[in-house]
C-alpha cells in the first residue's frame, strides 16, 4: 500500500467549507459524553479525564538553577496565591528559581490544562518555522500555505492578523447544546468542520477580536509547511531544546487533529522554561532556539490592540479593565499599572499566568483553581515591591 505524505493527507481531508449535515448524531452524542464527564470543579488539574492526547516529547526535564530563598514580598505572594486556591507558584529571578511552591496534592511532575497559555507556545513555534524560512512573510494569505482555502474568507487573512487575533473571525454564539457550533469546537472529533463554522463577522486586519480560531489555523498552517504532526515539530523545535518533560495535547480522534488554541498539558517548570525563552530573546543557554528578531516583534504592540503582540499579552499601556473584544463580557482588571513597564505574560483562562519581566529578569508561574476575582498586575507589582 502507498503511503501519502502528511501534507496531502491533511489537503484530501482538509474542510474547506461548512457542512450543513453536521453534526451527526453519533457526533452529538460524543459530545454529550464528554460533557457529562468533564471534570468542572477540576477542569485545571484533572489531566487525565480526556482522550485521546499526543505526547510532545521532552528532554526529560532538565534541571533548573535553584536557590531559594524567603522574603516577607515572597509570603505576601503565597498568600496571595492561596487565597485563589492556587496549585503552584513559581518565581525566577536573577539566573535562578528563588520560589518554588506546590500546594497538597501536586509537586513539579504535575502536569495542568492551562488553556490559552498554548496560544503563546503555537506563537514561539511559528517563530520556529520562520526562522528555518519554511514561509518568508506574516503578511502573506493563509491560502499560500493552505491552498484549498483559496478564495475564500478564511483563506483570504494574513498571517499577521490571525497573530495578532484581527482576522474577522469570531466566536460562535454560547450554547449549552451539544449539537452547538461552541460545544462541538471543543469537545468534538471533527475540529476542521467545527471551525468552518466559526463566523467571519468583520473585515480582516481592522478590529482585534480575541478567537480561538486564529490559532487553531496556524496550528494547521505549521503542520502544512513543516509536513510533521503539530506535536513532533513542537518537541523538535521548543520542547526538547528549552529541556522541558514530556507534555501531551488533545487531540479531537486518534491520530488527528490538535487543540491548538488551548489543552497543552505541561508542568509549571516547564512552563517557567517557555517564560525564561521569552525573557531571554529565543536562548537557551548559547543556544539560540528562537530568533531574537521574531520574540522582539512576537512581544511588540499589535496594531488594533497595544495590549496584545503575537499571541501574547502585554502590560502596558496600564488598561484597568481588559476585555477580550469590544461586546465580551468577561473582564480582567489590573486596578494599578504594572510596576515594570515591559511586562508581558500568557494568559490561560481562570488567571492561569506566566508573567515575563525582562528589566527584572522575572520570571512569575501562576497555576490554580480559576479565578474570577484575579487581579492581573498585584501579583507582579507585589514581587517587585521590594525593588521599587
Same mark, same amino acid.
Given at each position: 500500500?502507498?503511503?501519502?505524505?502528511?501534507?496531502?493527507?491533511?489537503?484530501?481531508?482538509?474542510?474547506?467549507?461548512? @457542512?450543513?449535515?453536521?453534526?451527526?448524531?453519533?457526533?452529538?452524542?460524543?459530545?454529550?459524553?464528554?460533557?457529562?464527564?468533564?471534570?468542572?470543579?477540576?477542569?485545571?488539574?484533572?489531566? @487525565?479525564?480526556?482522550?485521546?492526547?499526543?505526547?510532545?516529547?521532552?528532554?526529560?526535564?532538565?534541571?533548573?538553577?535553584?536557590?531559594?530563598?524567603?522574603?516577607?514580598?515572597?509570603?505576601?505572594?503565597?498568600?496571595?496565591?492561596?487565597?485563589? &486556591?492556587?496549585?503552584? =507558584?513559581?518565581?525566577?529571578?536573577?539566573?535562578?528559581?528563588?520560589?518554588?511552591?506546590?500546594?497538597?496534592?501536586?509537586?513539579?511532575?504535575?502536569?495542568?490544562?492551562?488553556?490559552?497559555?498554548?496560544?503563546?507556545?503555537?506563537?514561539? =513555534?511559528? #517563530?520556529?518555522?520562520?526562522?528555518?524560512?519554511?514561509?518568508?512573510?506574516?503578511?502573506?494569505?493563509?491560502?499560500?500555505? =493552505?491552498?484549498?482555502?483559496?478564495?475564500?474568507?478564511?483563506?483570504?487573512?494574513?498571517?499577521?492578523?490571525?497573530?495578532?487575533?484581527?482576522?474577522?473571525?469570531?466566536?460562535?454564539?454560547?450554547?449549552? @447544546?451539544?449539537?452547538?457550533?461552541?460545544?462541538?469546537?471543543?469537545?468534538?472529533?471533527?475540529? &476542521? &468542520?467545527?471551525?468552518?463554522?466559526?463566523?467571519?463577522?468583520?473585515?480582516?486586519?481592522?478590529?482585534?477580536?480575541?478567537?480561538?480560531?486564529?490559532?487553531?489555523?496556524?496550528?494547521?498552517?505549521?503542520?502544512?509547511?513543516?509536513?510533521?504532526?503539530?506535536?513532533?515539530?513542537?518537541?523538535?523545535?521548543?520542547?526538547?531544546?528549552?529541556?522541558?518533560?514530556?507534555?501531551?495535547?488533545?487531540?479531537?480522534?486518534?491520530?488527528?487533529?490538535?487543540?491548538?488554541?488551548?489543552?497543552? &498539558?505541561?508542568?509549571?517548570?516547564?512552563?517557567?522554561?517557555?517564560?525564561?525563552?521569552?525573557?531571554?530573546?529565543?536562548?537557551?543557554?548559547?543556544?539560540?532556539?528562537?530568533?531574537? @528578531?521574531?520574540?522582539?516583534?512576537?512581544?511588540?504592540?499589535?496594531?488594533?490592540?497595544?495590549?496584545?503582540?503575537?499571541?501574547?499579552?502585554?502590560?502596558?499601556?496600564?488598561?484597568?479593565?481588559?476585555?477580550?473584544?469590544?461586546?465580551?463580557?468577561?473582564?480582567?482588571?489590573?486596578?494599578?499599572?504594572?510596576?515594570?513597564?515591559?511586562?508581558?505574560?500568557?494568559? #490561560?483562562?481562570?488567571?492561569?499566568?506566566?508573567?515575563?519581566?525582562?528589566?527584572?529578569?522575572?520570571?512569575?508561574?501562576?497555576?490554580?483553581?480559576?479565578?474570577?476575582?484575579?487581579?492581573?498586575?498585584? =501579583?507582579?507589582?507585589?514581587?517587585?515591591?521590594?525593588?521599587?
Amino acid at each position: 500500500m502507498r503511503i501519502l505524505p502528511l501534507a496531502l493527507l491533511f489537503s484530501l481531508s482538509f474542510n474547506t467549507y461548512a @457542512d450543513a449535515s453536521w453534526p451527526s448524531q453519533a457526533q452529538i452524542d460524543l459530545v454529550q459524553e464528554r460533557k457529562t464527564n468533564l471534570p468542572w470543579k477540576d477542569i485545571v488539574s484533572a489531566v @487525565d479525564w480526556y482522550s485521546p492526547l499526543e505526547i510532545v516529547k521532552g528532554d526529560g526535564g532538565q534541571p533548573l538553577a535553584t536557590q531559594l530563598e524567603t522574603s516577607p514580598q515572597f509570603a505576601e505572594a503565597i498568600a496571595l496565591a492561596e487565597r485563589h &486556591q492556587s496549585y503552584a =507558584l513559581l518565581v525566577w529571578k536573577s539566573g535562578a528559581l528563588r520560589l518554588e511552591k506546590y500546594w497538597p496534592g501536586f509537586d513539579e511532575q504535575s502536569r495542568y490544562d492551562t488553556a490559552s497559555m498554548h496560544k503563546t507556545v503555537l506563537g514561539l =513555534l511559528l #517563530g520556529a518555522a520562520w526562522d528555518e524560512g519554511l514561509f518568508k512573510s506574516v503578511d502573506t494569505q493563509l491560502s499560500n500555505y =493552505l491552498p484549498e482555502l483559496k478564495d475564500t474568507q478564511r483563506g483570504d487573512v494574513t498571517i499577521r492578523s490571525l497573530l495578532e487575533m484581527t482576522s474577522g473571525i469570531t466566536s460562535p454564539p454560547f450554547s449549552n @447544546d451539544p449539537d452547538s457550533v461552541f460545544w462541538q469546537t471543543f469537545l468534538g472529533n471533527d475540529l &476542521q &468542520q467545527a471551525y468552518a463554522h466559526w463566523p467571519v463577522t468583520m473585515k480582516s486586519g481592522e478590529e482585534f477580536y480575541y478567537a480561538n480560531a486564529n490559532p487553531q489555523y496556524l496550528g494547521w498552517m505549521i503542520e502544512r509547511i513543516s509536513g510533521k504532526r503539530y506535536a513532533e515539530f513542537l518537541s523538535e523545535k521548543l520542547w526538547q531544546p528549552i529541556g522541558a518533560s514530556d507534555a501531551r495535547v488533545w487531540l479531537d480522534y486518534p491520530g488527528g487533529n490538535p487543540r491548538t488554541s488551548c489543552c497543552l &498539558q505541561a508542568s509549571a517548570r516547564d512552563w517557567l522554561k517557555v517564560g525564561l525563552l521569552i525573557l531571554n530573546q529565543g536562548k537557551v543557554g548559547e543556544q539560540q532556539v528562537i530568533s531574537s @528578531d521574531w520574540i522582539e516583534k512576537m512581544t511588540a504592540a499589535s496594531s488594533h490592540n497595544p495590549n496584545y503582540g503575537w499571541q501574547i499579552w502585554r502590560g502596558s499601556p496600564h488598561n484597568p479593565k481588559r476585555t477580550y473584544s469590544k461586546e465580551g463580557t468577561a473582564v480582567v482588571p489590573a486596578k494599578e499599572p504594572f510596576a515594570a513597564e515591559d511586562t508581558v505574560y500568557l494568559d #490561560g483562562s481562570g488567571a492561569q499566568r506566566v508573567y515575563i519581566i525582562p528589566s527584572e529578569q522575572m520570571v512569575i508561574v501562576r497555576i490554580g483553581t480559576p479565578s474570577q476575582t484575579w487581579d492581573d498586575s498585584e =501579583l507582579p507589582n507585589l514581587l517587585l515591591s521590594e525593588s521599587k
